[in-house]
């Protein structure tokens, strides 16, 4: 998978992870496990950009003795996600017309 594409979906997967509760790293692994793996070197980076991209908000609370970093999905992460489901929609023709042959072969 291209590169800048598989980059793309993982940035909306974080904030899919995120979009109805606050959460913190070690809990979006453990959201995001039943669909994909992804891992902590490959989740911090992902949550350092969308932050600078103000697609979600950090806060830091103290949790047993130790500060953790809460993630809290902001309006324009919200609108990224709305953004993805339509090219979404253009990414599924796109697939139908490449495995067209494919299909109608399958159906003889």
């Not at 793996?37 to 980076?45: F, G, K, M, R, V």
Request: glycine content about 4%.
């Amino acid at each position: 998978m291209d590169i800048q594409m598989k980059r793309g979906l993982l940035d909306v997967c974080v904030l899919g992870a995120i979009k109805d509760k606050d959460s913190y790293g070690y809990q979006i692994i453990k959201d995001m496990k039943p669909f994909f793996e992804i891992s902590e070197s490959t989740l911090y980076p992902i949550l350092r950009r969308l932050e600078a991209a103000e697609l979600l908000s950090v806060r830091s609370a103290e949790y047993n003795g130790r500060l953790r970093k809460y993630y809290r999905i902001t309006p324009r992460g919200l609108a990224r996600i709305e953004e993805f489901r339509r090219e979404w929609e253009e990414i599924l023709s796109i697939y139908r017309f490449v495995t067209r042959e494919r299909e109608k072969d399958d159906q003889t």
